[in-house]
């Protein structure tokens, strides 16, 4: 029995001697430690910080949540001034074809109005054809008729777009219309089947000004708009 009470005050000495060892090494619990940092908390800040702002720590900002969103009139704005006539049309068409976008419509209405008039030049009808109203092929292409058969040529040459400005919008129905005031320089004769100009001077460079309206179906699929009315301004 001796012998075991020995043993058995070897290990309760053991046991005080590791309890003091452990204190000194981990030091006390007086109930203002730290709480152990969270690596996935929401906030970027330290654990002591969280507890000096007093905002708790479940609070998550989402992306995106609080920050402005694009005007959705913000280019209209730039490009018309907001409570014209031109703008209020403009903002209609945005309201039934939310990708409408004037200063992309503007790029390609000047691309149209090059093709157009060379192809009308050149008597190219199937480019005119996708490129114009039903109406507005119609009387192109009775010119046209009217040209081949006094054996009538054109010689032309597009120089540029000095100028290109919105005008006009609306709704009409389904249909946006968005009206084009293009100013332009062109070289252009006409010549007789026998080659002598009669109209024209192929080597003048001539200012042309026009007013050109296109039309798109908002309805439709085809996001493609066609010239739907001509108007010389000279």
Same mark, same amino acid.
């Given at each position: 029995?001796?012998?075991?009470?020995?043993?058995?005050?070897?290990?309760?000495?053991?046991?005080?001697?590791?309890?003091?060892?452990?204190?000194?090494?981990?030091?006390?619990?007086?109930?203002?430690?730290?709480?152990?940092?969270?690596?996935?908390?929401?906030?970027?800040?330290?654990?002591?910080?969280?507890?000096?702002?007093?905002?708790?720590?479940?609070?998550?900002?989402?992306?995106?949540?609080?920050?402005?969103?694009?005007?959705?009139?913000?280019?209209?704005?730039?490009?018309?001034?907001?409570?014209?006539?031109?703008?209020?049309?403009?903002?209609?068409?945005?309201?039934?074809?939310?990708?409408?976008?004037?200063?992309?419509?503007?790029?390609? =209405?000047?691309?149209?109005?090059?093709?157009?008039?060379?192809?009308?030049?050149?008597?190219?009808?199937?480019?005119?054809?996708?490129?114009?109203?039903?109406?507005?092929?119609?009387?192109?292409?009775?010119?046209?008729?009217?040209?081949?058969?006094?054996?009538?040529?054109?010689?032309?040459?597009?120089?540029?777009?000095?100028?290109?400005?919105?005008?006009?919008?609306?709704?009409?129905?389904?249909?946006?219309?968005?009206?084009?005031?293009?100013?332009?320089?062109?070289?252009?004769?006409?010549?007789?089947?026998?080659?002598?100009?009669?109209?024209?001077?192929?080597?003048?460079?001539?200012?042309?000004?026009?007013?050109?309206?296109?039309?798109?179906?908002?309805?439709?699929?085809?996001?493609?708009?066609?010239?739907? =009315?001509?108007?010389?301004?000279?």
């Amino acid at each position: 029995m001796e012998g075991s009470n020995l043993v058995t005050l070897i290990f309760v000495v053991a046991a005080v001697f590791v309890f003091l060892q452990l204190r000194n090494v981990l030091g006390k619990r007086t109930g203002q430690e730290k709480p152990p940092f969270d690596p996935y908390s929401s906030r970027r800040e330290s654990p002591a910080e969280t507890e000096a702002s007093g905002e708790s720590d479940n609070v998550i900002t989402l992306p995106g949540r609080g920050e402005s969103r694009p005007e959705p009139y913000r280019e209209i704005d730039r490009m018309a001034t907001p409570g014209s006539e031109l703008n209020t049309g403009l903002r209609a068409i945005k309201d039934r074809a939310p990708d409408f976008d004037p200063a992309t419509f503007l790029s390609g =209405a000047k691309t149209a109005y090059e093709m157009i008039v060379m192809s009308f030049a050149e008597g190219d009808r199937k480019t005119l054809k996708n490129l114009l109203s039903k109406e507005v092929y119609d009387g192109f292409a009775a010119a046209l008729d009217e040209r081949d058969a006094k054996g009538e040529t054109v010689q032309s040459s597009f120089v540029g777009i000095d100028k290109a400005d919105l005008v006009g919008a609306e709704m009409r129905d389904n249909d946006a219309l968005v009206t084009v005031r293009v100013v332009s320089q062109l070289i252009s004769a006409t010549r007789d089947k026998d080659g002598n100009v009669i109209n024209g001077d192929p080597e003048a460079v001539v200012e042309v000004k026009d007013i050109w309206t296109f039309a798109r179906d908002t309805r439709s699929r085809d996001p493609n708009w066609r010239l739907v =009315a001509t108007e010389s301004e000279d």
